[in-house]
């Protein structure tokens, strides 16, 4: 396997953790899927993102209060290289009755930063 394809199983597999550590509340894995100060582009606002960002009151308040779960639908590699991956994603966002709340697209950047893969860049279409 070449750099690039081992570069892109290890980039995929941070994606399905992040996703499955989001949908789970877990804080502590879903800090893990990051390699920190991670930027996020929303709306034309960038935020820098540090380790103790993400805390359980994100998932009762705001934008997620009625959240529920969120899913894949399409995550594309556009550019690949040994220690980068850049992803063109779409994903869905459920609320508890699993209604759809929304669908969105959005880059994510995912880097190997000393022997770690973690998400480094999120740019989102959201509102």
């Known amino acids: 396997m070449t750099d690039q394809y081992a570069s892109i199983a290890a980039a995929q597999k941070v994606l399905d953790d992040f996703m499955v550590a989001f949908n ?11 390699n920190f100060p991670s930027l996020l582009l929303v709306s034309n606002k960038m935020s820098t993102v540090d380790k103790g960002h993400h805390t359980p009151e994100m998932f009762t308040q705001g934008a997620l209060a009625d959240w529920g ?12 290289d040994a220690n980068k ?32 893969w973690g998400v480094k860049i999120r740019s989102g279409f959201l509102p």
Do not use: L, P, Q
Not at 24 to 34: E, H, N, V
Not at 72 to 80: E, H, I, L, S, T
Not at 93 to 101: I, L, N, T
């Open 24 to 34: 789970a509340r877990d804080i502590a894995a879903f800090d893990a899927t990051f």
């Open 69 to 80: 779960h969120s899913t894949w639908d399409r995550r594309v590699v556009v550019r690949a």
């Open 85 to 116: 991956v850049h992803f063109d994603c779409t994903f869905t966002r459920y609320r508890k009755d699993r209604s759809v709340m929304g669908t969105h697209d959005a880059i994510y950047v995912v880097t190997n930063e000393d022997g770690h």
